[in-house]
């Protein structure tokens, strides 16, 4: 980001996604110039929480946390979901990320959904908005942050 891009900025880079801690260095690549941030949250199906991030009303980046029952793999995830391209794998095996899209696999130790898995979605509707190394850098934060907030692993 050039320091032009930061000028024409003026809001302030949340510190969290979505209610989901997250540095703003990793989430200042997806948003644009603009007035006001702001966050719209859907739920299209029992088990997906979905929101959108907006920029003066302009969907900026889209993220989703969805529990699965059926023990389905990283790749059967990403395939269903826009914008994920399977270009690059993790070594180990939690992440495919592309320039647009990504998914990642949390770690609940006591999942809140038990018998669940929990994975991360991140969608990038805009072309050019990021790179993949930008969106390899979000879906790890976020997916760690995921795996230790109350929305993955239940209180005992």
Known sequence: MSCSDEAEREYRVPNALCGTSVSTELLSP????????????????DGIARCQVLVD?????VVSREWWSDKPNLTEIAQGQAYVELEN???????????????????????????????TVVQV???????????????????????SSDQCTRNE
Do not use: Q, W
Request: neutral net charge.
């Open 30 to 45: 997806f948003l644009p110039p603009g007035k006001k941030v702001s966050e719209k949250s859907l739920t299209p199906a």
């Open 89 to 119: 794998f993790s070594d180990d095996g939690r992440y495919i990320h592309s320039e647009r899209g990504a998914v990642g696999k949390a770690d609940c130790a006591r999942p809140v959904k038990p018998g669940n898995e929990l994975f």
């Open 57 to 61: 009303g302009e969907i900026a980046l």
């Open 125 to 147: 509707p805009e072309p050019g908005r990021a790179n993949a190394d930008a969106v390899k850098a979000l879906i790890t934060g976020y997916t760690e942050s995921m795996s």
